[in-house]
Nanobody
Framework: QVQLVESGGGLVQPGGSLKLSCAATGLDYPINAMGWYRQAPGKERELVAIIYGNRAPNYADPVIGRFTISRNNAKDTVYLQMNSLKSEDTAVYYC??????????????WGQGTQVTVSS
């Protein structure tokens, strides 16, 4: 059974920082994509940052210059360093992993979500 365990969420003041972690276990196929999405109340889930393979990360415009995504392939772990946090960043953050069997099948997995609240 594939499991994605997230940690690092919490309450922080505007301008503060948090670092999210997501560790995957039980995968049967190599990981291609590792990333983060978020969803605020009443809104659709949106991409925050993602890394495909060994290519440079992609970021959503609102987080450019403030968030940094990284991955440790040996540990099947992805991180999201969040700096200069704003109230607009308040959301549930979900870890995402895409795996590929090398043929035609692709698999997608989601973490349980971790709450990030930015407030005074």
């Amino acid at each position: 059974q594939v499991q994605l365990v997230e940690s690092g969420g919490g309450l922080v003041q505007p301008g503060g920082s948090l670092k999210l972690s997501c560790a995957a276990t039980g995968l049967d196929y190599p990981i291609n994509a590792m990333g983060w999405y978020r969803q605020a109340p009443g809104k659709e889930r949106e991409l925050v940052a993602i890394i495909y393979g060994n290519r440079a990360p992609n970021y959503a415009d609102p987080v450019i210059g403030r968030f940094t995504i990284s991955r440790n392939n040996a540990k099947d772990t992805v991180y999201l360093q969040m700096n200069s946090l704003k109230s607009e960043d308040t959301a549930v953050y979900y870890c995402y992993i895409g795996a590929d069997d090398g043929l035609e099948s692709e698999y997608e997995y989601w973490g349980q979500g971790t709450q990030v609240t930015v407030s005074s």
